[in-house]
């Protein structure tokens, strides 16, 4: 290794140590305890990486933050399961580790990567923005190439990134690889209120509500086995659910996902649907593009959330879900999310009461229904 | 092709096999240092005790070095900024304080003298950058913007895609505010946008800035109000062998690199005025022309410059070797060598 700098003083060195270990998200004076311990778990997920097929980070992450006497086990697929109380019917909650991104597919003679998306985006969002590549040996980082400075429609030709490299077997010295996944830098921002911005708030909100509910959880109240479920590769098309479906089969009597409300809380929005203003509290999805909630589900997710005080709207929005891949064993889908602005953006914007009200119904649902 | 004759000329032959974004942990933590000590305040995280404490100790810490070799500290701390033409004044202020005895003129443009007597030379830097002002305040807590600059330097009309989706900052009169450029959530586009429809560029007229406000009067108690700046929220990224991206990176770096001369303490050669100059995006470079008229004339002028790959995007990139090139250069500039 060649020694390139030499600025920093073991006081330096202390100071950038104690910087990387403490959040950088301080909390705002006017926050409760539930939306300070909701901002720690979130912040902490969403700037931990996971694109689809790589979650490894975020699951570890996860079984960090679950509460001591919780026991997890991962399948073969990569998903996480915790298990809680005894009994039937056994009622199943989960919530996607994963985030969109790209994956390395090649490596040209020039140094720059070749990528294939991993999930549905504007790629016009990554263009010209700072690049991370995830390898085995940690992260390179480089640049999302802007295009060819003729082409001026709004999305871009398909995209390379530079990590500074001028042939492959550079690049290839770097650890980089075909294979390797590819984000950009991203970071928790808390805005004004209660509100916040990110990358992959979807659905790290739901892995974070799942683990806020756990926290919480009268196990002693619990009259059925629940399984709370973090799963893998949703954004590719429900791949991780699949494989905790076909393994449960037909012994769950419902299935709660816990996953993203895609709301047209915007003004770029049309409001013919999917009207759920952020800050309004935990959205019932009772019909979205992959499941409809049969109404007498939605009926008992509205008044358990009466009974307990909880924030609930009830709506229609776009986007999938990991509950469908369980139907087709019998098992009912109760989708529930929480308004997201922005989705699949780098500038996702949530508020952090809803994340609240979404684990608070979580824990209601578990211990009630 | 990408503009290939811009691209500059850089170490890149010798790569090494630990990459060099993880070998450099140096740099990057010196890079958290210069974010947090930035002129301008980053993103508001509501600071708390334990921020503080960190500022404290840092504060605390032994200066870092400079020398004519060692302008990376100042180029990610200038790269880090923001100075819209014509509302420079933050920079600007971080400038005099870097600069002690160094003077403001009345146009903006920040100037320090060196050395006496003949020749009297000038040294310069454009330090502003294309931006954008509030323009707007929505009833609903949104805010519209108007860009600030531009003309030629705007040739591009992918310039003001580069906001949506992204996040930036809002400089009201309480600090910097974050906030973010509304787009469109890709889930709700499906089955409403047809195969071949028109796919026009975003433009500034799109951009909807949500700070996390619900109405006008919360915006206000941020601080903002109609002509606050408003810039991407800067992250400089260093990558590659000493590459640093950003926006306006080959500008900042170059106003580094005489900043750094400057710190250098060259042996000059009669008078220098150092001069990093404001509008120089406005009514044909009215901050150089001003301190000419001012301070002029001048036997010699030489103006601060480097190639920059990626030109007018986010991630435009400068080799930091060159920026070291540049130092000497202007070093012995000042010293008529």
Request: charged share 20%; hydrophobic share 45%; aromatic share 6%.
């Amino acid at each position: 290794m060649r020694p390139v700098w030499r600025y920093s003083g073991r006081a330096v060195g202390a100071a950038a140590g104690l910087l990387t270990a403490l959040p950088f998200y301080c909390l705002s004076a006017q926050d409760s305890v539930r939306i300070s311990e909701a901002q720690t778990v979130l912040a902490h997920l969403v700037e931990t990486y996971g694109v689809s097929s790589a979650e490894g980070p975020v699951r570890e992450a996860v079984k960090r933050l679950l509460p001591a006497w919780a026991k997890s086990e991962t399948d073969t697929a990569g998903n996480l399961w915790v298990r809680v109380g005894e009994g039937s019917p056994v009622v199943v909650f989960i919530a996607h580790l994963d985030e969109i991104g790209f994956r390395v597919t090649g490596i040209g003679d020039d140094g720059t990567l070749e990528l294939e998306p991993r999930g549905g985006f504007f790629s016009s969002l990554f263009e010209a923005q700072p690049a991370l590549v995830h390898t085995d040996r940690g992260d390179v980082a480089g640049v999302f190439m802007p295009r060819d400075s003729g082409l001026t429609r709004h999305t871009p030709p398909p995209l390379r990134v530079d990590v500074g490299a001028r042939s492959r077997a550079g690049a290839m010295a770097r650890d980089v690889s075909p294979g390797a996944t590819v984000t950009m830098s991203k970071q928790y921002v808390r805005l004004t209120g209660t509100r916040a911005t990110g990358r992959s708030f979807d659905d790290r909100v739901g892995s974070a509500a799942q683990l806020l509910a756990l926290r919480r959880l009268d196990r002693a109240a619990l009259k059925h086995q629940v399984i709370f479920i973090w799963s893998v590769r949703e954004e590719i098309g429900l791949e991780g659910a699949a494989v905790a479906a076909a393994a449960l089969g037909t012994t769950p009597r419902r299935v709660y996902a816990i996953d993203t409300f895609v709301s047209a809380d915007s003004p770029l929005e049309l409001p013919n649907f999917a009207v759920a203003p952020i800050g309004g509290g935990a959205v019932a999805r009772a019909i979205d593009n992959s499941s409809v909630t049969p109404p007498a589900y939605v009926d008992s997710l509205v008044q358990i959330a009466r009974a307990r005080g909880v924030a609930l709207q009830v709506g229609t929005t776009n986007g999938g879900n990991d509950g469908s891949v369980f139907t087709p064993y019998g098992v009912v889908d109760v989708a529930i999310g929480w308004p997201l602005r922005y989705s699949h953006s780098p500038v996702e914007v949530v508020d952090l009461r809803d994340v609240v009200s979404l684990a608070d119904l979580i824990r209601a649902v578990a211990e009630t229904w | 092709m990408i503009r290939r004759k811009r691209v500059l000329r850089s170490r890149l032959s010798s790569s090494h096999p630990e990459g060099w974004a993880r070998r450099c942990t140096t740099l990057k933590r010196l890079l958290a240092r210069v974010l947090l000590h930035s002129a301008v305040s980053g993103p508001r995280f509501s600071v708390g005790t334990t921020t503080g404490v960190v500022t404290l100790l840092l504060s605390a810490l032994p200066p870092v070095r400079l020398s004519a070799q060692s302008v990376d500290p100042l180029a990610l701390r200038f790269t880090s900024m923001t100075a819209v033409t014509g509302l420079e004044q933050s920079m600007a202020d971080s400038l005099r304080a870097l600069f002690p005895g160094s003077t403001r003129d009345r146009v903006g443009n920040v100037t320090l003298t060196l050395g006496q007597g003949s020749p009297k030379r000038l040294c310069t830097c454009p330090l502003d950058e294309v931006g954008y002002v509030v323009g707007n305040i929505l009833p609903d807590g949104f805010l519209l913007l108007r860009r600030v600059g531009g003309g030629g330097r705007t040739a591009s009309p992918l310039f003001d895609q580069q906001l949506e989706g992204h996040r930036v900052s809002v400089f009201g009169t309480k600090g910097a505010v974050p906030g973010v450029v509304a787009v469109k959530s890709v889930h709700l586009t499906r089955g409403r946008v047809a195969t071949g429809a028109p796919d026009p560029v975003f433009t500034v007229d799109n951009a909807y800035v949500d700070v996390g406000a619900g109405s006008a009067a919360e915006v206000q108690g941020l601080g903002i109000t109609a002509l606050a700046p408003v810039s991407l929220a800067k992250r400089p990224q260093l990558y590659g062998e000493r590459l640093l991206a950003a926006p306006n990176a080959a500008r900042r770096i170059a106003c580094a690199a005489l900043a750094a001369a400057v710190q250098a303490k060259p042996k000059v050669r009669g008078t220098v005025v150092v001069a990093f100059t404001v509008q120089s995006l406005y009514a044909s470079n009215a901050g150089l022309a001003s301190l000419k008229a001012l301070l002029g004339p001048f036997d010699d002028i030489k103006t601060a410059t480097l190639p920059g790959r990626y030109p007018d995007t986010a991630v435009e990139t400068v080799a930091l070797a060159d920026a070291d090139r540049l130092v000497r250069e202007i070093t012995q500039w000042m010293e008529g060598r």
